[in-house]
């Protein structure tokens, strides 16, 4: 004799309407941010060959156009990672007063002020010669980045971003105790009120690829192994995300997204009042694009399926370079 379920799991999926009654996970352009690429010297928007329909943006009338086309499209959160004129030893571009961010934010600021959320990228890999995200010294022959010595100039890049007006400051360099010492710059210098939003997770991944193009950012030397994470490991990003925290960091971020997955769902179940970011990186953007590019996929709703799938996985907010394609797929309804 055939028996017959009776809890049928298909009723919940008979049509688009009951399927978006019981959606246990939403997607909204509120919870995405921007990532921008702004270069000195230039006066027209460049393209990034490795990343198609990403640009280098001149801190100029032509950036502005991009944040006010962004923000009408329902962008309401940036983060700028700044090409500069010249890099040295000690990222001194990365804290001039008229370095490229700072002339960024200004600018923005002045058109936006508080209708659009500024952050920063903290770093000095873009800024240095060598390329790493802290300072490099050499013992016994061979070149290391010092941790301690870095977190004075982390702390003053932060700061300088602020003067410029930056909302959240995103530090992005994996040095240990690197929230701690921006928070204290910060507060020493009245700026309170700024957030943090802490690279928390970061792992030395191979999908940073074509960001490190983008903004000519690839170590000079060596790789980025000691400072951060080692791909095979997730515990120990709770213990990343738990000195975070201690620091005084605001907001939590796992990056690479698409391909941590379980990292993000595990800081979330143990943190969860802490809200969680997730950086979908040049790689993943740019595989996606490929493929799409190909004809191998399609586009609006591999990057909707994804991008949901890093909201399911725990992430609140989500940095995208798909950001405004998702706000204007979003108004045309979901593929789901
Ligand atoms: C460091 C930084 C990097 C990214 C964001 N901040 C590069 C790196 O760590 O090598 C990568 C972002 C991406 O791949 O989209 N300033």
């Excluded at 700072?102 to 959320?117: A, G, M, Y």
Aim: charge should be negative; aromatic fraction near 10%.
């Amino acid at each position: 004799m055939v028996s017959f379920p009776t809890l049928r799991p298909r009723r919940l999926r008979n049509n688009k309407l009951i399927r978006d009654l019981v959606a246990e996970t939403s997607l909204s352009e509120k919870n995405l941010i921007l990532p921008i690429f702004v270069k000195e010297n230039i006066s027209e928007p460049e393209k990034i060959e490795s990343m198609p329909g990403v640009f280098r943006y001149p801190p100029n009338d032509k950036l502005i156009k991009f944040v006010e086309d962004s923000y009408d499209n329902g962008i309401r959160a940036v983060i700028l990672f700044g090409v500069p004129a010249y890099k040295d030893d000690v990222a001194s571009s990365a804290y001039d007063k008229n370095g490229v961010i700072q002339r960024s934010v200004r600018l923005i600021k002045e058109t936006f002020s508080d209708r659009l959320i500024v952050i920063t990228d903290e770093c000095t890999d873009e800024y240095t010669t060598h390329g790493h995200c802290g300072m490099v010294k050499t013992y016994n022959g061979s070149f290391y980045v010092d941790n301690d010595e870095s977190l004075k100039v982390h702390a003053r890049i932060a700061v300088s971003q602020a003067e410029a007006g930056a909302d959240v400051i995103a530090p992005s360099s994996m040095m240990d105790g690197v929230v701690g010492a921006i928070r204290k710059a910060l507060d020493e210098s009245g700026f309170t009120n700024v957030l943090i939003m802490s690279y928390s997770v970061k792992y030395a991944s191979t999908f940073y690829s074509p960001f490190r193009d983008a903004a000519y950012s690839k170590p000079a030397f060596g790789d980025r192994k000691t400072y951060q994470m080692d791909p095979r490991n997730a515990y120990e990003g709770l213990k990343e995300v738990e000195l975070d925290i201690n620091e005084g960091a605001d907001i939590l971020m796992v990056k690479p997204a698409h391909t941590y997955l379980d990292v993000i769902r595990l800081v979330k179940e143990n943190y969860p009042e802490y809200p969680l970011a997730a950086y979908h990186v040049s790689g993943e953007y740019s595989m996606i694009k490929a493929a799409a590019i190909n004809g191998w996929i399609d586009e609006r709703t591999a990057v909707l399926e994804i991008t949901t799938a890093i909201r399911r996985a725990g992430a609140d907010l989500i940095l995208t370079y798909y950001a405004n394609d998702i706000a204007r797929w979003l108004r045309e309804g979901l593929p789901f």
